[in-house]
């Protein structure tokens, strides 16, 4: 059974930081593209980054750009099967769940077109 485990939300003030984790299972997904997504309420579910299985290709929407960071190990051989949001710099408006998903290739992940998708966890930063 294929599983996305998101860890690591909470609450925080504005300028604090969080970590999320992502650990996939129930499948190689050492050739596959992994990211993030978040949805406020009321509002869709937006991306915020994305990151090729072999790691060094890395993308991120506007808001993210500068504050959050997307990590996950991976090389020639393949990419490991945790991805990491290192966010900083929070403000209220980061406040939503926040998705892992994994698809096969990063274009996907960025158009929301992931194959799996994880329960989520809830980040909330408040002023």
């Known amino acids: 059974q294929v599983q996305l485990a998101e860890t690591g939300g909470g609450s925080v003030q504005v300028g604090g930081s969080l970590r999320l984790s992502c650990v996939a299972s129930g499948r190689d997904f050492s050739r596959w593209a992994m990211g993030w997504f978040r949805q406020a309420p009321g509002k869709e579910r937006e991306y915020v980054a994305g990151?090729?299985?072999?790691?060094?290709?890395?993308?991120?929407?506007?808001f993210a750009k500068g504050r959050f960071t997307i990590s996950r190990d991976g090389g020639t051989d393949g990419g490991s099967n945790t991805v990491f949001l290192q966010m900083n710099n929070l403000i209220p408006e980061d406040t939503a769940v926040y998705y892992c998903t994994a698809a096969e290739t990063v274009a996907k992940v960025k158009r929301g077109a992931g194959d799996y998708w994880g329960q989520g966890t809830q980040v909330t930063v408040s002023s």
């Open positions: 990151v090729t299985w072999y790691a060094t290709n890395k993308e991120y929407a506007d």
